[in-house]
């Protein structure tokens, strides 16, 4: 079944640990993104990724870092977790710009993350 | 900075009833206004969406009414469901980059 992944679907971490998230998707969607969904604010982007190679910030980038070495995988890296970074974790993509006029995103099932 | 306000935070409903949830927005840049309905456990999902250019867009039973001249839009749910509780996420983008700023979500309870 086509889709988004990703992996894992929980974790407690320690604070000051490293941690990665992955996300992979099979629908050549060249559009990536990274966004934390916390009650009362709804989901932030984290950072994005148009196509494979180039990344960009969100509005929420700072402790985190991505890569896009191809189109379908996009880790999400905690470099040193703190526990704001308590939070559930979702990955999308989207077939813009080539195959689409509008953004629509395809959303991952999420990662619940507890940094304690 | 919310760019885009949603309300309310929550709502609850009768089934048969017509919850109505508002979003407005400030940047007049927009140009793609979806909704996406996520269940608990699940991953936010596509519901429907306008362009500006036009005032209102159904799909079964849902709805947008949108007002350019207030930079508001709102989702109405006919003949509402208790299958129908969610979260509700109103969103807007612009601009070559093609990003989503999304409201602050709407919890939307059905009463059976």
């Known amino acids: 079944i086509a889709g988004i992944t990703q992996a894992p679907t929980s974790q407690i971490l320690a604070a000051g640990r490293r941690m990665t998230l992955r996300c992979t998707q099979d629908?050549?969607?060249?559009?990536m993104y990274w966004y934390r969904q916390d009650l009362g604010l709804g989901l932030r982007l984290i950072h994005y990724?148009?196509?494979?190679?180039?990344?960009g910030k969100g509005e929420v980038p700072d402790g985190y870092s991505v890569s896009r070495a191809n189109t379908d995988d996009f880790p999400l890296t905690l470099a040193s977790a703190v526990p704001s970074q308590t939070s559930v974790y979702f990955c999308?993509?989207?077939?813009?710009?080539?195959?689409?006029?509008?953004?629509?995103?395809?959303f991952g099932p999420g990662t619940r993350l507890t940094v304690l | 900075q919310q760019q885009v306000k949603q309300s309310p935070q929550s709502l609850i409903v009768q089934k048969g009833g017509i919850p109505i949830i508002n979003c407005a927005y400030e940047?007049?840049?927009?140009?793609?206004f979806p909704w996406y309905q996520q269940f608990p456990g699940k991953g936010p999902a596509l519901l429907i969406a306008?362009?500006?250019?036009?005032s209102e867009k159904k799909e079964g039973r849902f709805t947008i009414s949108f007002n350019k001249s207030a930079k508001q839009f709102s989702l109405h749910i006919m003949d509402s469901q208790p299958g129908d509780s969610a979260t509700y996420f109103c969103?807007?983008?612009?601009?070559?980059?093609?990003?989503?700023?999304f409201g602050s979500g709407t919890q939307l309870t059905v009463l059976p």
């Open positions: 999308a993509s989207s077939a813009w710009p080539l195959r689409s006029s509008y953004n629509e995103q395809f």
């Open positions: 629908m050549r969607h060249n559009a």
């Open positions: 990724s148009n196509t494979a190679g180039t990344t």
């Open positions: 940047n007049t840049a927009f140009d793609y």
């Open positions: 306008i362009r500006p250019d036009v």
């Open positions: 969103a807007a983008s612009s601009g070559s980059a093609r990003q989503l700023t």
